[in-house]
């Protein structure tokens, strides 16, 4: 069949228009610096997997056993994350990711500007949404857990799996040395719009 030339930032390509297939034996592709529709910019998404089946018309991708996705935040775009979001009109976010806990500190305008310091622990529900959950808060030396755990729910989840372009679930992660480090399954499905 003919193909049509067709460029893409200048550069020239030729459109195949018959059906064509690939298969690869592995794959790893790492995305950087992707921005999520809430806001959180996510530092790494790494995707691996083998034995994919590719197939332009119609177009259709699979593989006989799920991959693997890593995703990779760390503490500086974590803090930048509740900056721009700015829950409960808290600013001056520090995080601190270590010991397998989000250690947060902010400044609260009342009478006067404090400090408030928590604790967070993370949980997967569903096997798609990451939550933050509220271990302690230290506010003036008073404790006022409910109050922040509401400003909590208002950016939970803090990453829903239906937000990223392919098929996953969330199984495990990790908080050590100032990173969240995220572990799943992928399926290898693209999602249609």
Known sequence: MPCSPRSIAGVPFAL????????????EV?????ALPMGLVVDAITLTGSQIHLENHPFRIGAPEPG???????????????T???PGGLRDFSVELKDGKIHVQASMKM???????????????ENRQLFVDLETVDLMGVGAKNLVQSQLDKINPVLDTKDLPIQSSLTGYEIADGKLTLFGDLFPALRSE
């Open 16 to 27: 195949v228009e018959e059906s064509q297939k690939l298969d690869i034996g592995e794959f």
């Open 84 to 86: 721009t979001k700015a």
């Open 30 to 34: 790492v995305l950087k610096q992707v």
């Open 111 to 125: 009478i006067v500007e404090v400090r408030a310091s928590a604790i967070c622990n993370l949980r997967i529900h």
């Open 68 to 82: 693997k996705i890593t995703i990779l935040i760390w503490q500086d775009n974590l803090a930048q994350f509740l």
